[in-house]
């Protein structure tokens, strides 16, 4: 009985290592300094993939003004009551001169 216990906790405890692993590596958010205001954003020329599948930056994105990004999810139902007011929002920031783009930080290429 205890060796079949053992059999059903071991992949849950290989799992939970696996996972504290992946954590430590990233460093810790007191470990990251944060950005002054007015500092260029870093990563502006790292390729992106659109829902089209076109390649951009976010230094291709940015408008004569600057660049708003949201950080979205359309899986998440409260992203999902406010995606109507994404292209309002969107004009707007054109009329401004600035550039508007959603990330998905939920999906991996």
Known sequence: MIRNRT???????????????????AP???????????????????PLVSTEGDTLTLAEAAGE?????????????WVEAW????????SAAEEMGIGFIALNPNEQL
């Open 65 to 77: 003004n600057g660049l708003v990004v949201m950080f979205t999810c359309n899986t998440c139902p």
């Open 28 to 46: 810790a958010a007191q470990d990251i300094d944060p950005l002054e205001i007015g500092a260029t954003a870093p990563m502006t020329d790292a």
């Open 7 to 25: 059999l059903t906790v071991l992949p849950l405890v290989v799992l939970a290592v696996l996972v504290l692993a992946a954590f430590s590596s």
């Open 83 to 90: 995606e109507d007011r994404y292209p309002v929002a969107a």
